[in-house]
């Protein structure tokens, strides 16, 4: 069985085409042209963790250089490591990734993005660590493709996991 994927899977009406960053990866020529719905979200799922596990060079740029806000050298998120989640402003917090996503990831679309703190426990429970729910749709055709993520934040480690939540989020509760 052969690596490459056969391209007559996917309808011509179904047809993605990767980011640059994928297309210039991916050796399989012609077949590097086309993604599938599910092969777009694992990319975006890939770039979002990337975009929140990097810390901006200069946070507070956006106030003193809005030129220099969406460029790449204001790439990722604002510090958050070794900061007290008892001290931050969730809400601002919610702002920020939802500023940053809009910033960073085109494939999602700005109007659909709504970002959540979600109350996942007990403090003792969850030490120095926030979740968050970010629902959106990615730009895709025939008709854009849902998408709903769990964002949890190590404020201790400085570390962010992003994955794709299946189904419900019944027992959490949003702030």
Same mark, same amino acid.
């Given at each position: 069985?052969?690596?490459r994927?056969?391209?007559?899977?996917?309808e011509?009406?179904? #047809?993605l $085409?990767?980011?640059?960053?994928d #297309? !210039?990866?991916r =050796?399989e020529g012609?077949?590097? #042209?086309?993604?599938s719905?599910?092969?777009?979200?694992?990319?975006?799922?890939?770039?979002?963790?990337?975009?929140?596990?990097?810390?901006?060079?200069?946070?507070?740029?956006?106030?003193?250089r *809005?030129?220099?806000?969406?460029?790449v050298l204001?790439?990722?998120?604002? *510090?958050?490591?070794?900061? $007290?989640?008892?001290?931050? =402003?969730?809400?601002?917090?919610?702002?920020?990734i939802a500023?940053?996503?809009? #910033?960073?990831e085109?494939?999602i !679309?700005?109007d659909?993005?709504?970002?959540?703190?979600?109350?996942?426990g007990?403090? !003792? =429970?969850?030490?120095?660590?926030?979740e968050?729910?970010?629902?959106?749709?990615l730009?895709? $055709?025939p008709?854009?493709?849902?998408?709903? !993520?769990?964002?949890?934040?190590?404020?201790e480690?400085? $570390?962010?996991?992003v994955?794709?939540?299946?189904?419900?989020?019944a027992?959490?509760?949003?702030?």
């Amino acid at each position: 069985m052969s690596s490459r994927r056969d391209t007559t899977e996917i309808e011509p009406r179904d #047809r993605l $085409q990767p980011a640059l960053l994928d #297309r !210039l990866i991916r =050796d399989e020529g012609e077949a590097a #042209r086309v993604i599938s719905k599910s092969e777009l979200r694992q990319a975006v799922l890939r770039d979002l963790s990337w975009l929140f596990n990097a810390t901006q060079t200069q946070a507070d740029w956006n106030e003193q250089r *809005p030129a220099l806000a969406g460029t790449v050298l204001n790439f990722g998120m604002p *510090p958050l490591a070794g900061r $007290q989640l008892s001290k931050l =402003d969730i809400a601002r917090l919610e702002r920020t990734i939802a500023e940053t996503i809009r #910033r960073f990831e085109p494939r999602i !679309l700005p109007d659909t993005l709504t970002v959540h703190a979600i109350e996942t426990g007990s403090v !003792l =429970d969850t030490h120095n660590m926030i979740e968050f729910e970010i629902r959106g749709h990615l730009w895709a $055709q025939p008709v854009p493709l849902e998408l709903l !993520l769990r964002t949890q934040m190590d404020l201790e480690a400085g $570390q962010v996991e992003v994955r794709e939540a299946a189904g419900p989020l019944a027992p959490a509760r949003v702030r």
